[in-house]
């Protein structure tokens, strides 16, 4: 049984740092190549990829709007996703989701109705 759980949501400062971890188990990372991302959404916005990594060859991929400030990464040993967010502005509070789904081409457009698996969510709060 496919399952996510995200953890590290807090409230930060602009300008703070915060690191976003997901587990994952159930996967068969060692046989199926997975895209894996972070998604987020805002009260009143549609959900928007902001990360998104490929398994197959850990490849990275960002959202304009997080690029040079996020950085998506994994644990290969640990099943664990991680998404550094440095830099952090007021409009990046959202609640963040981990996602994941079978594929290999893990660039953008980043659509969150092609993903299988997701998180529950955790919340980030970036303000004064």
């Known amino acids: 049984q496919e399952q996510l759980v995200e953890s590290g949501g807090a409230s930060v400062l602009p300008g703070g740092s915060l690191r976003l971890s997901c587990a994952a188990s159930?996967?068969?990372?060692?046989?199926?190549?997975?895209?894996m991302g972070w998604f987020r959404q805002a009260p009143g916005n549609e959900r928007e990829g902001v990360a998104t990594l490929f398994t197959g060859r850990d490849s990275t991929y960002y959202a304009d709007s997080v690029k040079g400030r996020f950085t998506i990464s994994r644990d290969n040993g640990k099943n664990i996703l991680y998404l550094q967010m440095n830099s952090l502005k007021p409009e990046d509070a959202a609640t963040y989701y981990c996602?994941?789904?079978?594929?290999?081409?893990?660039?953008?457009?980043?659509?969150?109705?092609?993903?299988?698996?997701w998180g529950q969510g955790t919340q980030v709060t970036v303000s004064s």
């Open positions: 996602a994941v789904r079978r594929g290999v081409n893990c660039a953008q457009p980043f659509k969150h109705s092609d993903y299988t698996w």
């Open positions: 159930g996967f068969a990372f060692t046989k199926l190549e997975y895209c």
